[in-house]
């Protein structure tokens, strides 16, 4: 080493350049691994003039990648070249002992060019390594979203992977499930500002937003103080936090009730899956929908064949009115509604008291069935809720197919 800081014109020696290192890493809080041979191949074309070789750069590169891994950020792997750059020229010998300013030009431009090319490929392998690692995360996330909402079979495999998303599976969490009535792109940007506001709200503990199926997902959990026991209020929340973020589309939203446990998300996510579902099927307005308020339909969905034999067995005659059977479903639907009060019922569909009471008479004639008998009324009201639900009599029952 002392030969050549003397010499001035051999390669620079080892020791020197460890301290150089060591000095430039402790201050940017840098790992001095991250410089690699970098110090050593800066001395050289600094005395001798010479250019990198591709696997010298290519060695910076991985490094730049290494840097990425380690969570050191691209800003401070630059520093640290940048620091050990300029700490490494104060000391090289064919700088400091030369007079010559034609020599010190020349060195200083070697130095640059190749501090030049050593930042470029450190921060390309950086931004490759951050790309790999978020398309990584991304998957992880993607696939930790499916099997929550799906309902793992592995408990304990699934409150683990849960736990880096800041999720705790022993509490009971709201599923609340966002889609676009008039779908226009992709809903991932939505997703995006709604998470902030999510965060905002509920904080980033046991919170998740994601996407899946053109839909926007949001778990929170149940109990906060924004939150209460009704998952009404946070489907008026996300859609309230929707028209602030992503305001040129119309919105659903339906929120499932709160579940505890590892399948207790799964059960919520369903409710609100279904409740979407009943909600475009039964044609309802409402742009927020709850879960609690459709169990009837969720339970007459459950056995298919149940409810359309129901349907034709009850409804089925009235098909032979001289109008079909619209009018007189129509009529019962409106009078269910208004609390088996033919007054209201009339108001809602515009016609006399005479007209409704007419109607229902008519349909107690069809079908053997009586709004003004307990018994039969609530096979009539099964029946019609079933009908809507089937899309009856606009589509064919299941079992006339």
């Known amino acids: 080493m002392t030969d050549d800081r003397q010499s001035g014109d051999g390669p620079a020696g080892e020791d020197w350049l460890d301290a150089v290192a060591a000095s430039a890493a402790a201050a940017c809080s840098a790992p001095v691994d991250l410089l690699g041979d970098y110090l050593p191949m800066l001395a050289d074309a600094a005395i001798h003039g010479r250019r990198p070789e ?27 070249y940048l620091s050990a750059s300029w700490r490494l020229w104060r000391q ?11 020599k010190v030009r020349q060195a200083g431009e070697a130095v ?12 390309d392998g950086h931004q490759s390594e951050r790309r790999e690692m978020i398309r990584h995360e991304e998957a992880l996330r993607r696939g930790f979203v499916d099997d929550l909402l799906r309902g793992d079979a592995d408990v304990a495999r699934m409150v683990q992977r849960a736990e880096p998303f800041g999720i705790d599976l022993g509490k009971a969490h709201h599923v609340a499930l966002a889609a676009a009535r008039e779908p226009e792109g992709p809903v991932d940007r939505a997703a995006i500002a709604l998470e902030r506001a999510v965060v905002d709200r509920f904080g980033d503990r046991d919170v998740l937003v994601a996407t899946k199926d053109a839909r926007v997902v949001v778990v929170v959990p149940a109990g906060s103080a924004t939150v209460t026991s009704r998952a009404v209020d946070l ?3 996300i859609r309230a936090q929707l028209d602030q973020v992503d305001g040129g589309r119309r919105w659903r939203v339906a929120a499932g009730r709160a579940f505890p446990g590892a399948y207790g998300v799964a059960r919520s996510y369903e409710e609100a899956r279904e409740a979407l579902v009943f909600a475009d099927r039964l044609g309802l307005d409402t742009d927020v929908v709850h879960a609690r308020d459709l169990l009837v339909y969720r339970v007459l969905g459950r056995d298919q064949a149940a409810i359309a034999d129901l349907v034709g067995d009850v409804l089925g ?15 019962l639907l409106a009078y269910f509604e208004a609390g088996n009060v033919a007054t209201e019922a009339a108001q809602r569909l515009h016609v006399s008291v005479r007209t409704v009471t007419y109607r229902l008479a008519r349909v107690a004639e069809l079908s053997g069935y009586s709004v003004g008998r307990p018994d039969q009324r609530l096979s009539l009201h099964a029946a019609v809720l079933g009908a809507r639900l089937l899309e009856w009599p606009a589509r064919p029952l299941p079992l006339d197919t």
Do not use: I, K, Y
């Not at 990425?68 to 792997?77: D, H």
């Not at 005659?317 to 009529?331: F, K, M």
């Open 235 to 237: 489907g008026a929340l």
């Open 112 to 123: 640059l060019r190749v501090l030049d090319d050593a930042v470029g490929v450190l921060v």
């Open 317 to 331: 005659p009235l098909q032979r009115s001289r109008n079909g059977a619209g009018v007189l479903l129509e009529t």
């Open 92 to 102: 090289l010998p064919a700088v400091v002992r030369s007079s010559d300013p034609e």
């Open 54 to 80: 591709p696997r010298e750069l290519a060695a910076v590169r991985e490094l730049g990648r290494r840097a990425a891994a380690q969570g050191v950020s691209a800003r401070g792997a630059v520093d640290l």
